[in-house]
């Protein structure tokens, strides 16, 4: 595996920066399995062996970017964006055999490939009024966005390695969010403050599921 972290800032004249994040990535992690199933009726034993190696690999982070400007005495804007990643990969073959009094009788073998890919994203941009201490007016924006997707395939292949079914699963997802706020404060009196604003969130959130199987020519109906 390795890692991958970012950590700075810079600020000339009225303007600002920021930089920071944080990454990790794996790879060609080796996985094993085995499981074993025995039974005997009428004096006949079964056992159902099942095997199965895989490796995975993956990437997560999430980083961000910042930005500042003072446009006057008593006004400045603020960005910023973050992005996030978090994406998995896995390969495992799973070979499944059937005994009967200690002779094998059929085996198949199932080789999945999942996939499971996401990334988020958030943006934002602030505006500042002071008119002085504790009197100022706020502008707020930020935008959301998520995709997530989880797909996988699995091919099902017979005693003589010949393929026999496939099966295709695609879940895709995506969410976006735009949110506004615009908020106003004043004192009014000692001790005393008012407070007014509105804010509007709008949403869109989609997603499109697909589960697909084929015969023994590996064509998938769409």
Do not use: C
């Not at 895709?172 to 007014?196: A, C, G, S």
């Not at 949403?203 to 599921?209: F, G, L, T």
């Amino acid at each position: 595996g390795s890692i991958l972290s970012l950590n700075g800032n810079y600020r000339k004249g009225k303007a600002g920066f920021t930089l920071g994040g944080f990454g990790r990535a794996n790879y060609n992690t080796v996985t094993t399995t085995k499981l074993e199933q025995s039974s005997t009726r009428q004096g006949v034993s079964t056992l159902v062996r099942q095997t199965g190696e895989g490796t995975s690999d993956g990437l997560f982070g999430q980083y961000n970017l910042g930005f500042d400007y003072d446009l006057a005495k008593n006004q400045s804007i603020t960005a910023g964006a973050k992005y996030g990643v978090r994406n998995m990969n896995f390969q495992q073959d799973f070979l499944t055999q059937l005994f009967s009094d200690g002779q094998l009788i059929s085996s198949s073998t199932r080789g999945v490939q999942s996939k499971n890919p996401s990334g988020t994203l958030d943006v934002n941009l602030d505006y500042v009024h002071t008119y002085k201490p504790q009197q100022e007016w706020s502008i707020s924006t930020l935008y959301s966005r998520n995709d997530l997707n989880n797909n996988f395939d699995a091919n099902l292949l017979d005693g003589n390695g010949n393929l026999s079914s496939r099966q295709r699963n695609v879940n895709d997802n995506l969410n976006q969010e735009f949110t506004v706020q615009t908020d106003y404060q004043t004192p009014i009196k000692r001790n005393q403050m008012l407070e007014f604003g509105g804010k509007g969130i709008f949403r869109q959130v989609d997603s499109d599921y697909r589960f697909l199987i084929s015969g023994p020519s590996g064509e998938f109906d769409t």
